[in-house]
């Protein structure tokens, strides 16, 4: 499969986890376009990866226990971030390479 469809999946599972809006998990599987076993899995996963998911009986939907942000990608750190993470490190980089001409690089 297709990595980035992969982590779609993941994106829309939170998005209808956060909203409580799973249904059952066969309901849950038909709008994801996946079998219940993938489903249980994709949970599972959340699940090990830190996501406090639980099920209501009642609603009979799947939800967080606590607010929790969920994010697979890359995004530009601000230069605090940075700062933390590389210790200025990379700031003085990618000042170097912002210098250089087109044709130097």
Known sequence: MNLTKYL???ERL???IGKKS???PAELAEKLDLS?????EYIR???EMGAPIA???VRQTYYYERTVGFSMGF???NNEETKSVEGGAFQITSEFFKELSPVQK
């Open 8 to 10: 779609e999946r993941f």
């Open 14 to 16: 939170h998005h209808l």
């Open 22 to 24: 799973t249904g059952t």
């Open 36 to 40: 219940k076993r993938a489903v249980y």
């Open 45 to 47: 996963i959340m699940r």
């Open 55 to 57: 099920f209501c009986h």
């Open 75 to 77: 995004r530009e750190l």
